[in-house]
C-alpha cells in the first residue's frame, strides 16, 4: 500500500461471500465507523437470509444503518439510495463512515452523480422483462445493443439491461445519451475492492447457501410469496429466489434447486468481479487472498495504512 489519505467516507466493494462484512466490522471497531449499506438488495426488509444480510450478532458489533429499513414494495433506485446515503453522511459528519456492498453502480453514482434520466412507468418495466423471457438473455441483449450501440458491450446484467431498453424504448433517446450530464455525486472517495481466491470464493458461496437452507431459507421464501409483491419488483430478482420458489411449487426437489442457486450466485459473483475490474479502474485491489480471518486483519491493516 503506497497511497495514503484522511478519508471520512470509504467503501468496501467486492463480490457476494468475499468477507466484506467481516472486514468492515474489523474496521468499524478501530475506528468508531458506521457501516452503510451498499447492497441493492439488502436495504429491504424482505428475504434478510437469502439476501445475505448481516446477522443481527454482526449488526450489534458495529453500528449498521440502511439495511432492511424498506419494504420489497417500495422500490429503491440509485438515486434514492444515493439521496440517502447522502443524508446519513452529512448526518454523521465527522464521524468516519464505511460504504460495504457489491453494488458496483451505487458506489459509481455516489462517486460520479448521476444523470436526469426519465423512469419508465410500470407498463414499460414489464414489456421490459417479458421481451428478456421471451428472447433470452443473449437476443435480447443484441436488441438492447441495437436500440442503443453506445452501450458498453460488456453488460450482461439482465436488470441493466432491462432499464437501457425500458428507457430506450419509452423516451425515443437511448440511455447512453441521458447518462452524459452527472449531478450530485461527492467526488472522489476510497474504494476498496476485494476479488479473493476464485476457489475459495466458490466454495464459500456453495457453504453459504447451505447455511441460509439451515436457518430457514425455506420458510422465508413461503412467507414472502404470501406478501403476492410484483414479479418486477427489485426484490423479486434476489439471486437465489427462483430456485427455491421452484421447490415451494413441488417443480423440483430441494438438492437440485440448490445446485442452481450455488451456480447463479457464482454468476453472481463473477458478474460482480468483472464489475470491480472493468469500472472500478481508481480502486485499491486486494486480488487472489485466502477469506479467512487472518487475511482479513491483513487487510484490515493495510486500509488503516491507506486512510489515516
Not at 447451505?210 to 418486477?232: I, R, W
Request: aromatic share 6%; glycine share 6%.
Amino acid at each position: 500500500m503506497s497511497r495514503r489519505m484522511t478519508a471520512q467516507v470509504y467503501a468496501i466493494y467486492g463480490p457476494t461471500a468475499s468477507g466484506k462484512t467481516a472486514l468492515a466490522i474489523e474496521l468499524a471497531r478501530s475506528t468508531g465507523a458506521v457501516i452503510l449499506n451498499a447492497d441493492s438488495m439488502q436495504i429491504y426488509s424482505d428475504l434478510r437470509i437469502i439476501t445475505a444480510r448481516p446477522s443481527a450478532e454482526e449488526e450489534a458489533a458495529a453500528e449498521h444503518r440502511l439495511y432492511g429499513v424498506l419494504k420489497g414494495d417500495d422500490p429503491c433506485s440509485v438515486a434514492r439510495w444515493v439521496s440517502l446515503i447522502k443524508s446519513e453522511i452529512e448526518h454523521l459528519r465527522p464521524r468516519p463512515v464505511i460504504l460495504v456492498g457489491g453494488t458496483g453502480l451505487y458506489l459509481n453514482a455516489l462517486h460520479d452523480g448521476l444523470s436526469n434520466i426519465p423512469e419508465p412507468d410500470d407498463m414499460v418495466r414489464r414489456q421490459a422483462a417479458e421481451r428478456l423471457a421471451r428472447l433470452g438473455l443473449s437476443a435480447f441483449r443484441e436488441e438492447v445493443l441495437t436500440l442503443d450501440p453506445q452501450t458498453l458491450d460488456t453488460i450482461i446484467d439482465p436488470q441493466r439491461l432491462q432499464r437501457i431498453w425500458a428507457v430506450t424504448t419509452a423516451t425515443g433517446k437511448p440511455l447512453s445519451q441521458w447518462q452524459g450530464d452527472k449531478q450530485g455525486g461527492i467526488g472522489p472517495f476510497p474504494i476498496f475492492d476485494l476479488a479473493p481466491d476464485r476457489a475459495d470464493l466458490h466454495d464459500r458461496i456453495n457453504r453459504r447457501f447451505d447455511v441460509m437452507l439451515e436457518l430457514g431459507a425455506l420458510a422465508e421464501v413461503e412467507e414472502f410469496l404470501s406478501l403476492n409483491y410484483a414479479q418486477t419488483l427489485p426484490i423479486s430478482r434476489a439471486v437465489g429466489l427462483p430456485e427455491l420458489v421452484s421447490v415451494l411449487q413441488n417443480e423440483t426437489d430441494l438438492e437440485t434447486a440448490r445446485e442452481k442457486a450455488c451456480a447463479s450466485r457464482r454468476q453472481y459473483a463473477k458478474r460482480q468481479l468483472t464489475w470491480g475490474r472493468n469500472q472500478l479502474a481508481n480502486a485499491i485491489k486486494f486480488r487472489e487472498y485466502p477469506i479467512d480471518l487472518e487475511q482479513v486483519k491483513i487487510i484490515k491493516a493495510d486500509i488503516l495504512s491507506v486512510i489515516g
